[in-house]
């Protein structure tokens, strides 16, 4: 059995102090309903609704919704092409900058265990040495 929703247009509409509802003709009060029922968009059913609050130092939720979209129309990107193009050049980019950032850190971190294993790869050659001719 579905869980009825409870904030639809006639739970705020039962919000209204009871002298201005009073004060509203029966064809205000309709208007009034009409115009919340257009506002209060009622969810899509659900086939799992997880909603789990935790506290870790601040107040954390998680939600966590599955289910079919049976939203009538299609979603559009709001972002136009160059914008598009230019955060996906960017994200590209940075990504690529990590890459190479790790793998420095890698090769800098391996390169320090052989050091002091005193493994010693090409006679009398140090990476120091081939630094310090480069510059």
């Known amino acids: 059995m579905a869980k009825p929703n ?3 247009a006639n739970y705020f509409y039962q919000q209204l102090s009871a002298g201005v509802k009073a004060d509203l003709s029966r064809q ?19 086939l799992l609704s997880l909603q789990l ?19 009538a129309r299609e979603r559009t990107s709001a972002v136009p092409i160059v914008s598009g193009l230019l955060a996906n050049g960017t994200l590209i980019l940075s990504k ?6 790790a793998s420095l850190i890698i ?15 090409f ?10 001719s480069l510059l």
């Open 6 to 8: 409870e904030r639809d």
């Open 107 to 121: 090769f800098w971190v391996a390169y320090e265990i052989k050091s002091l294993l005193g493994v010693d790869l």
């Open 96 to 101: 690529g900058i990590c890459f190479i950032l």
């Open 53 to 71: 609050s935790f506290w870790c130092f601040r107040h954390f939720y998680l939600v966590l919704y599955w289910g079919l979209d049976s939203r």
């Open 28 to 46: 205000q009060g309709e208007e009034f309903l009409r115009v919340l029922n257009r506002a209060v968009s009622v969810p899509s059913q659900k």
């Open 123 to 132: 006679k009398n050659f140090h990476l120091v040495d081939l630094i310090r």
